[in-house]
């Protein structure tokens, strides 16, 4: 009887796994019938939301849905991402993430979610850092500015937009490397540090090309080098960190999709394939260089492995950095 009970409960089982996977195939195959909610957890007009608008407008046009962008700001990123990770697993509530979503949880000594409740999707796209200096500075390449630097410790301060941010960790990063000591000065948000290089009050600053773009082109800051592998064709004659002597050094504002941890593969699988196909139109390609940005693309298993590398390298940048969330 016992072994009769035991077979009777394994049948069950099969029974349910197999209407589970049922269920989650037939749902694959109506995704989507409806409007999509992709959350963007921060304020409108920024990097994230900027490349977030230009993708979602993209596959909307494809699947035949409306893809409804939420801005939720808050927490650095976690109050709209938290309410992601706590969304019904069912492809109809995703989220456009950036850096943030890596370096958060290490910055906040308590987070509302885990990352391990949200599945990554794709990377949409990325935006390369700068390093810029005040109009006037006696440097005008980084093997000057470390030279200052040497012959003046402490002395050369270092803006950012807020302590944990990407240009934040990014200076104390450069800092560590070139073994050189420079104040941060944290402010609230990248125009106001931008403002006060401009003015002289700060010495550099880790910036987007996207924001740094229009100050570069009217003379107003000096480029000191870029965050990526080659050089820009807009850009020729700034280096690159490698060339600058920083070969590990290469880092950007990146921004990819991800969705509740339980959303079923097919579902993140068609969400993948559209953001690629996406990401591949001419027209996209164009609007994503208008902003500084370029399209990455990738299958889901690059974007898992690329944010948990992320979190991991920003994480220790984090405890070197004794960064804080504010």
């Given at each position: 009887m016992r072994q009769l009970s035991n077979g009777r409960l394994a049948a069950s089982l099969l029974t349910t796994s197999l209407l589970l996977a049922t269920c989650a195939m037939a749902h694959a195959q109506n995704y989507p019938n409806k409007p999509i909610r992709m959350v963007v957890p921060f304020a409108p007009g920024g990097t994230t939301d900027g490349i977030a608008r230009i993708v979602a407008n993209k596959v909307s046009e494809?699947?035949?849905?409306?893809?409804?962008?939420?801005?939720?700001?808050?927490?650095?990123?976690?109050?709209?991402?938290?309410?992601?990770?706590?969304?019904?697993?069912?492809?109809?509530?995703?989220?456009?993430?950036?850096?943030?979503?890596?370096?958060?949880?290490?910055?906040?000594?308590?987070?509302?979610?885990?990352?391990?409740?949200?599945?990554?999707?794709?990377?949409?796209?990325?935006?390369?850092?700068?390093m810029v200096a005040r109009p006037g500075a006696p440097y005008k390449t980084v093997q000057e500015l470390l030279s200052h630097a040497k012959a003046h410790p402490g002395k050369v301060n270092y803006a950012s937009g807020g302590s944990g941010t990407i240009g934040h960790l990014g200076a104390h990063w450069f800092a560590e490397l070139a073994k050189v000591q420079m104040t941060h000065v944290p402010y609230r948000g990248g125009s106001q540090a931008m403002t006060?290089?401009?003015?002289?009050?700060?010495?550099?600053?880790?910036?987007?090309?996207?924001?740094?773009?229009?100050?570069?082109?009217?003379?107003k800051i000096q480029p000191l080098f870029v965050t990526?592998?080659?050089?820009?064709?807009?850009?020729?004659?700034?280096?690159?960190?490698?060339?600058?002597?920083?070969?590990?050094?290469?880092?950007?504002?990146?921004?990819?999709?991800?969705?509740?941890?339980?959303?079923?593969?097919?579902?993140?699988?068609?969400?993948?394939?559209e953001v690629n196909?996406?990401?591949?139109?001419?027209?996209?390609?164009?609007?994503?260089?208008?902003?500084?940005?370029?399209?990455?693309g990738g299958s889901v298993a690059h974007a898992t492995e690329f944010m948990a590398r992320e979190t991991k390298n920003w994480g220790a940048v984090v405890k070197a950095s004794g960064a804080q969330a504010q």
């Open positions: 494809h699947i035949g849905q409306p893809i409804v962008v939420d801005n939720r700001a808050g927490a650095g990123g976690n109050v709209g991402t938290d309410a992601v990770a706590k969304a019904a697993p069912d492809g109809y509530t995703i989220a456009m993430v950036g850096n943030s979503f890596t370096v958060n949880p290490a910055l906040y000594a308590t987070m509302p979610y885990k990352p391990s409740d949200l599945q990554p999707v794709a990377i949409a796209g990325r935006v390369p850092f700068i006060d290089l401009i003015g002289g009050q700060v010495d550099i600053f880790f910036d987007t090309l996207i924001t740094s773009t229009p100050f570069l082109e009217s003379g990526t592998e080659k050089r820009l064709p807009h850009l020729p004659q700034v280096p690159t960190a490698t060339e600058a002597g920083f070969a590990d050094l290469s880092f950007y504002a990146w921004v990819g999709m991800v969705a509740p941890a339980q959303t079923p593969k097919a579902v993140v699988e068609r969400l993948n394939r196909q996406a990401l591949a139109s001419q027209d996209v390609k164009d609007k994503l260089a208008a902003l500084g940005a370029q399209p990455v």
